[in-house]
């Protein structure tokens, strides 16, 4: 999985009407048909048990592809989520980042994580496994939802792979905010839901004022 460091967005928001947008202003796009009521969109998931990871390997999701004028993914978010970058030809080397996560800064982009926020291991297991390595890349790359995100390498190392019913933002200020954008992706990409990750998702959309 990787992070991301991205500005904190207001997190007061009624999830029957507040779209599931990104982590900052500018960087993702809603999408349309997960965005306007999240847990309308999180009612329509579809509810199944973990696949199996059998032949998982994060080399079936190629990412950190080559991305406009910065080098690759990673820059692209990178540069999108930081304030005051450096650049050195294409590549982000400076800045400052807010991790929304854990509200950790830095200003050495090496200790910035790009989260994917639904790990790749999780796709595996909610329907990924059974789609062509093209479009696990176009998941793994996906910068129009809120799917990438620079975070702290603490958050994001504790974070792994887990569902929300396994790990939640230690910013509880931020659980309204990371379960819209959980069911954008998810809703998106038409991934599955455990009973338990439902669950946590309606209690975390329940944090929203």
């Not at 460091?5 to 500018?26: V, Y």
């Not at 992706?185 to 929203?208: F, H, I, N």
Request: glycine letters at 6%; charged letters at 20%; a neutral charge.
């Amino acid at each position: 999985m990787a992070a991301v460091a991205a500005a904190a967005t207001s997190t007061a928001c009624d999830p029957a009407t507040t779209p599931a947008g990104p982590a900052k202003p500018g960087g993702v796009n809603v999408d349309p048909n997960a965005g306007s009521n999240a847990l309308a969109s999180l009612s329509n998931l579809k509810v199944a048990a973990a696949r199996p990871m059998t032949g998982y390997t994060r080399e079936k999701f190629p990412h950190w592809n080559k991305a406009g004028s910065n080098c690759d993914v990673r820059d692209t978010v990178l540069a999108r989520d930081g304030k005051k970058v450096k650049l050195d030809g294409c590549n982000v080397t400076g800045g400052e980042w807010s991790s929304v996560y854990d509200g950790l800064k830095t200003t050495d982009p090496l200790k910035v994580d790009i989260d994917h926020m639904v790990p790749l291991a999780n796709a595996w297991r909610s329907g990924a496994d059974e789609w062509t390595n093209e479009k696990r890349s176009q998941f793994a790359n996906d910068l129009d939802r809120p799917q990438l995100f620079a975070v702290s390498a603490t958050s994001n190392r504790s974070k792994g792979d887990q569902d929300p019913s396994q790990w939640k933002p230690p910013s509880k200020d931020y659980w309204c905010t990371y379960a819209q954008q959980w069911i954008t992706v998810k809703t998106y990409w038409k991934l599955t839901v455990t009973t338990a990750e439902k669950a946590a998702l309606t209690d975390m959309l329940g944090t929203c004022v």
